[in-house]
């Protein structure tokens, strides 16, 4: 098993060098070295930095400490750290606090980098920073992104964690008690401000969409989301007319610069139909982003890309000659480049649309639950994507497809119920090459858990039917977030976690990814402090990674993927 380990380490590291050399693009974020630093154990401090893609391969970092009330920093490495963005301070006073500053060495010579991080050196073993909020609530969704342009990650929560859905069967649809409000709060968690979304727009994940992303190229992310105007609920609570808008927010202020109209709701069947709406970026053209707002999931779907500017690129819709891609909708929208040509395509469930607004390719498996797009299968050319299809079917409800085409690779050959959860698509087991996929039935009848080629590994649960996998300690797989806890597949539980998950990003430290849950009146973040000797570029780097994290604040939680494409 020793040699199985290192034999899968190589093909990892080999795999994020290939990603490193990929096609370059124009996409770019400024952002700085995310330095953090986390009490580990007593007198033990542990920090964390970002490598960037814009670095050369022999960069050499050194880590500077400064207790507090002092006024100068010291070297607390011997030589350059060459190999990690990690180091794992001994010499702290337990109870004092410190300031730490990374520096680079490029050819020797040192330079100074930006952001320096606190930290209380007291033992208490919590790997996590807190950002309050305003009251007692807890966020339904999160959104990462730099509202104010230094280059660090700011956070914009909706909330109450107030959920309604517009099916029809009794229980799915509540009345809304208040509105949703966005609120935005800094890097070191200063307050910035509160956006109502009113009336207009029902306390649901299907009604309220936004993002948060710089998609008009000025340096500052801003926020978009569906508004409309005044009141226009109906007795019951409903609103099922009335303006509806697209709005775009400053991020820097919380005021609204710019609006247009929302996809209508001609051509929609029902009040169910039309209450399904959705908002991510994709890179259409290779270089710059453009706003995709979209409407549909279960019958027609329109989809509309607009540039910087929120003028409209294209428009269209499953009807007419495209009557075939009805009812193909997921819960999320997955930008990728899945034909290798550095433009995006969108992937809209079990359909995908091509960066000119043409329809490519459907299976017509129909509407489903789970869909991830990656290179899931390392022996397959291209990307693909894992399907969990919701429709009773005879077979196939479970698939491997291939992105470039929509073939089915390989698929569950027998009847389902009802395909349920965002699953999962992830290297769990170091047994198998590629990644694992799993989901399951919604009444916990049956589980999948498949390798990358097809074999059903188990059909035991993993504890949800929506477990979440992030990159936590020094090895290549993943670990497995579920029922609050951390844990490696078939092994040991690693931390405990507090909250519900609203995200899971590479948004401080080094490679490994963050942890974001909400609980009342609280952000937490929870980031590693275990030390790996392992270099790779910070994840928000590779496009389709970055833009997967701009779509986890809309729809169903579906955590981002890599693509293969590594910015400079």
């Not at 590291?13 to 986390?38: P, T, V």
């Not at 994709?282 to 890309?305: C, D, F, H, V």
């Not at 550095?342 to 390719?361: H, P, T, Y």
Request: proline share 5%; glycine share 10%.
């Amino acid at each position: 098993m020793r040699y199985f380990s290192i034999f899968f380490l190589v093909i990892f590291i080999s795999s994020l060098i290939f990603i490193g050399c990929s096609r370059e693009s124009s996409f770019s974020e400024k952002i700085d070295r995310g330095l953090i630093a986390l009490p580990k154990d007593r007198g033990v401090v542990y920090v964390g930095w970002r490598q960037l893609s814009s670095d050369p391969k022999d960069i050499g970092f050194n880590v500077y400490r400064m207790e507090i009330g002092k006024n100068e920093y010291e070297k607390v490495n011997d030589e350059p750290i060459l190999n990690s963005t990690n180091y794992v301070d001994r010499e702290v006073v337990p109870g004092n606090a410190y300031r730490y500053r990374v520096k680079t060495v490029i050819n020797g010579k040192e330079e100074e980098t930006e952001g320096p991080a606190y930290v209380f050196a007291f033992p208490w073993n919590k790997p996590y920073i807190s950002i309050l909020f305003q009251g007692d609530y807890r966020a339904q969704n999160l959104a990462i992104a730099d509202l104010d342009g230094d280059g660090k990650y700011d956070y914009v929560i909706k909330q109450p964690a107030f959920n309604t859905d517009p099916w029809r069967e009794p229980g799915y649809w509540r009345r809304s008690k208040e509105p949703y409000k966005l609120e935005a709060y800094s890097s070191n968690g200063k307050f910035m401000w509160r956006y109502s979304m009113g009336w207009a727009i029902e306390t649901g994940m299907w009604y309220s969409p936004y993002i948060v992303y710089d998609i008009d190229g000025d340096g500052f992310a801003e926020v978009y989301a569906k508004a409309g105007e005044g009141d226009p609920r109906e007795l019951d609570g409903h609103v099922i007319e009335g303006s509806e808008y697209l709005v775009k927010i400053d991020g820097r202020t919380g005021k609204i610069v710019k609006k247009i109209n929302w996809l209508s709701r001609d051509g929609f069947e029902n009040y169910n139909y039309f209450s399904r709406n959705f908002l991510t970026v994709a890179y259409l053209n290779g270089n710059e982003p453009s706003l995709i707002m979209q409407r549909g999931t279960y019958t027609i779907i329109k989809t509309s890309a607009c540039d910087g500017n929120m003028n409209q690129v294209w428009y269209w819709e499953a009807s007419g000659s495209d009557e075939k891609y009805r009812g193909q909708g997921q819960h999320g929208l997955i930008s990728a480049d899945i034909d290798g040509d550095g433009r995006d395509e969108l992937v809209i469930g079990s359909a995908v649309i091509d960066d000119n607004g043409k329809a490519l390719w459907t299976t017509g498996l129909g509407h489903p639950d789970v869909g991830y797009v990656a290179d899931i299968d390392p022996e397959h050319p291209g990307l693909e994507i894992f399907y969990g299809i919701e429709p009773r079917r005879n077979s196939n409800a479970v698939c491997l497809v291939s992105a470039v085409d929509g073939k089915i690779l390989w698929g569950y050959d027998g009847p389902t119920k009802h395909v349920h959860g965002q699953g999962m698509a992830a290297d769990i087991d170091p047994n198998y090459p590629g990644m694992e996929c799993y989901t399951g039935e919604s009444d916990g009848s049956q589980f999948w858990l498949y390798s990358a080629d097809g074999k059903r590994i188990s059909d035991k649960s993993l504890g949800t039917l929506s477990p979440r996998a992030a990159w936590w300690d020094a090895d290549p797989q993943k670990e497995i977030v579920a029922n609050k806890k951390l844990f490696k597949y078939n092994g040991d539980t690693l931390i405990e976690i507090e909250g519900r998950v609203i995200g899971i990003a590479d948004c401080l430290g080094d490679w490994r990814e963050e942890i974001l849950t909400s609980i009342n009146g609280e952000l937490r973040i929870y980031s590693t402090t275990i030390p790996s000797e392992t270099r790779r570029v910070c994840l928000m780097q590779d496009r389709q990674y970055r833009i997967g994290v701009v779509a986890a604040s809309m729809g169903y939680y579906y955590p981002p993927q890599l693509g293969g494409i590594t910015m400079p």
